[in-house]
């Protein structure tokens, strides 16, 4: 009986403090768990040696039967205490290490939500700092909890058992991609649908497809533009042509104005000849006055059409800005030409003052004296 012990015993394995060894768990407590190793008693693995992470229980994370690969923390004559999670760390600062060199993606799954940020278990403890978890300002983190997450390796330091991870640092690479794409698809002459995202005094800030592109406000309207507010609001969706695109400064010049209809399109057959139409004096200049029939339309009156009289330069009777009518003399769409005249109206309006004035002679005869009084009273003198 005694030879068969300890021919049993000479059997049994012989394990050194960092050994790493297998075995199947045989039974799960609370607290502890207890697993054949090969050793004349089964080695203890204690709850705080399953993972890097805190657990409540054991069988949260093992079950009897399972295989595990384990480290050596003590090894006695009556007692073997065994790592679960000095393995796994050692082979995770490694994979960690080589991710941070290549600067790969990996995923975790968000296993607690703390005071400052989130953990995740890749084999250590990982920490993702608040800051570091959207492109947004996320206040509150719950929902994260049990979320899978893809992450970047901004910090490691094994000596210290610190690692930060960043899913930030994730979106930011996609979104610079995903901007240097579009500003390569792009191409002078396109015409995209995009955001306006800001509106500025020297013109708007449109987003196509991740990349602001700048509006100048000479390119809002065929017509002047003041303000661009007159013209587009945040948030509207406007279609906009290209005119260039500079990848290396991430510049991208936009028009609205090159895809909307030209102002003289617009007025095409509204305006024509003999028309009285109001306008606004826009400028004046040596031989007569531009007058704004419409946004982005001008006629000329000549200065011979400005008065009804000799006039030295158009300002002695026009002021610019001023609101004044006119009639259309000739109407050239194609040339983009309009002739207008002031003096005409003029004429017309002095003409139907004559003739009330004549009528109104007429009225002012004195009463009882007529033609044939007149020819009677030299009858009179004849005989």
Known sequence: MVEEMNNELAGMKSFSVGDVVSGKVTKVE????????????????????????HIEKVSDVISVGDELELKVLKSEDDELVLSKRAVQAEKAWEELQ?????????????ADVVKGGLVVDVGVRGFIPASLVERHFVEDFSNYKGKTLRLKVTELDKENNKLILSQRAV?????????????DSLQSGDIVEGTVQRLTTFGVFVDVGGVDGLVHISQLAH??????????KEGETVKVKVLSVDTESERVSLSIKDTLPGP?????GKIQTGDVIEGVVRRLVS??????VAPGVEGLVHISQIANRHIGTPSEVLS??????????????????????????LQEDNGDADYQQYEASRTDEPKGFSLGDMIGDQLKKYK
């Open 30 to 53: 609370d607290k502890q768990a207890f697993v054949d190793v090969g050793f004349k008693v089964d080695g203890i693995v204690p709850i705080s040696e399953l993972s890097s992470l």
């Open 98 to 110: 080589q991710t941070y060199d290549l600067g790969n993606i990996i995923e975790a799954e968000v």
């Open 171 to 183: 979106l930011d690479e996609e979104i610079l991609q995903h901007k240097k794409d579009i500003l």
């Open 223 to 232: 017509h002047r533009v003041d303000s661009p507010s007159e013209i587009v």
């Open 264 to 268: 003289w399109e617009e007025v095409q």
């Open 287 to 292: 031989f007569g006055a531009f007058i704004e």
């Open 320 to 345: 610019e800005g001023e609101k004044v009518e006119a009639k259309v003399l000739d109407v050239n769409v194609a040339d983009k030409r309009i002739s207008l005249s002031i003096r005409e109206l």
